[in-house]
């Protein structure tokens, strides 16, 4: 109740039957699909697959990024966008999973209002019951908050409470461990095997919370296995382990998860705390709902920042030459540095991994074939640089700054391109 206040739980007989029932159906048709993935993600320097087999589904041009992988959303099928999935399946599939990140939204902005009213002790308080109970109805009026999160009236001082709760994509994870040859044992409190060892959660809005539907596919063995009376955790059934971050004196905490379950951590429990995944015997999916800080994560910013750098580039009327509008050396150091978000944070990242998702969808080959354009442009723009920094009449103090800055962007992306080469 003190240590672990924020974390909460609902058993899945809380969940409307018809949820479970789509979105179970859509993880394995996911499976079927063979829509999940596992990683190649990269710690210290060495690439690692990751046990977990994962696929990402969420707003379109939503990226999410983790241990210096990025993963580029499977669009849901919002309102306004034209996406075309490889079967009616994978849309159905894409379809509840956006319908259960409704229903995951209006329920984190419930437990957090529950949460705000006990810790201010304003329980008798009627307007407050009152004012939680309009927002929660608000949301569930709108039925589908996805279409447009942001038209939903909140009151001014709910609203950063709505925005660190309007889950913008899920990561879906897919584990069988049977599977495994390997699992490391949980090392502090002896909870078994992991899963996915300690961590926090990545790249997220601050304070924002992450909510999580489990669905492990429990056979009869399972069931009878968690009858039985035992001491500690049952080993066949999958739990959540929780404990505070960078402290092994505080008790750790294991918490079983049966078919349809759900946990919310919120408020700022993902960073105050570390939470691992403890695996049972049987498979099992998750689907793990996050405010993904999307302000350098989106094909919108990208597209934004590849605009912004080509206003240095310029064309002449007669001759259709291109040239360079300054050679200030704040102008060449944040065009280069553009130059490098995009070739090794969005196309290296994406045709490294990304291609498997036209499994699904091609919805990113034209933003991709856009930033490749974009990309070619600033090639342009470097090459000019080089032949205007060799010219002899240019002011020497300013083409020493332009060089050194230059240089340093330059030696930058030779060595990422030798880094990627060798991945």
């Given at each position: 109740k003190t240590k672990y206040s924020k974390l909460i739980f609902r058993k899945s007989d809380t969940v409307p039957e018809e949820l479970h029932q789509m979105v179970q159906e859509s993880f394995l048709t996911l499976r079927e699909q063979n829509c999940f993935f596992q990683d190649l993600v990269r710690i210290?320097?060495?690439?690692?697959?990751?046990?977990?087999s994962r696929i990402l589904i969420g707003d379109p041009g939503c990226t999410y990024k983790y241990l210096n992988t990025r993963l580029f959303t499977v669009p849901w099928p919002a309102e306004g966008y034209d996406i075309k999935y490889c079967s009616p399946q994978i849309h159905d599939a894409?379809?509840?999973l956006m319908r259960l990140n409704d229903y995951l939204h209006i329920e984190a902005v419930k437990a957090l209002l529950g949460q705000n009213l006990f810790e201010t002790k304003e329980i008798k308080d009627s307007s407050v019951i009152d004012r939680g109970q309009s927002l929660a109805s608000s949301l569930?009026?709108?039925g589908s908050v996805s279409k447009d999160q942001s038209s939903v009236c909140v009151p001014e001082d709910d609203r950063s409470l709505k925005n660190r709760t309007s889950f913008n994509l899920t990561l879906l994870n897919y584990m069988d461990p049977l599977q495994m040859l390997y699992l490391k044992q949980e090392p502090y409190f002896g909870m078994g095997n992991m899963a996915v060892s300690w961590h926090h959660d990545e790249s997220l809005v601050k304070r924002s919370t992450v909510a999580v539907y489990s669905y492990s596919c429990e056979d009869s063995a399972v069931?009878?296995?968690?009858e039985q009376e035992l001491k500690g955790r049952d080993p066949a059934v999958w739990h959540v382990g929780l404990k505070v971050a960078w402290d092994i004196e505080t008790p750790g905490l294991a918490l079983p998860l049966h078919q349809g379950d759900i946990y919310l951590m919120l408020d700022d429990l993902n960073m105050t705390h570390q939470h691992c995944v403890l695996a049972g015997l049987s498979p099992r999916f998750s689907s793990t709902h996050r405010v993904a800080d999307s302000s350098r994560g989106t094909l919108e910013y990208i597209l934004g920042q590849c605009e912004l750098a080509l206003q240095n580039l310029q064309t002449d009327s007669d001759s259709m030459a291109l040239?360079?509008?300054s050679l200030e050396a704040a102008v060449v150091k944040q065009v280069e540095e553009i130059h490098n978000e995009v070739e090794f944070e969005w196309l290296r990242q994406f045709w490294f991994q990304g291609?498997?998702?036209?499994?699904?969808t091609d919805w990113w080959l034209k933003p991709m074939a856009k930033l490749e354009e974009f990309w070619r442009k600033l090639e342009i723009m470097t090459s000019l640089v080089l032949s205007e920094v060799r010219k002899e009449q240019q002011i020497e103090k300013q083409r020493n700054e332009t060089i050194s800055c230059f240089l340093l962007l330059l030696k930058e992306r030779q060595k990422l391109r030798k880094e990627w080469t060798a991945r």
């Open positions: 210290k320097g060495k690439d690692f697959l990751t046990p977990v894409c379809k509840a569930m009026e709108q069931q009878e296995s968690s040239s360079l509008k291609k498997r998702y036209l499994k699904c």
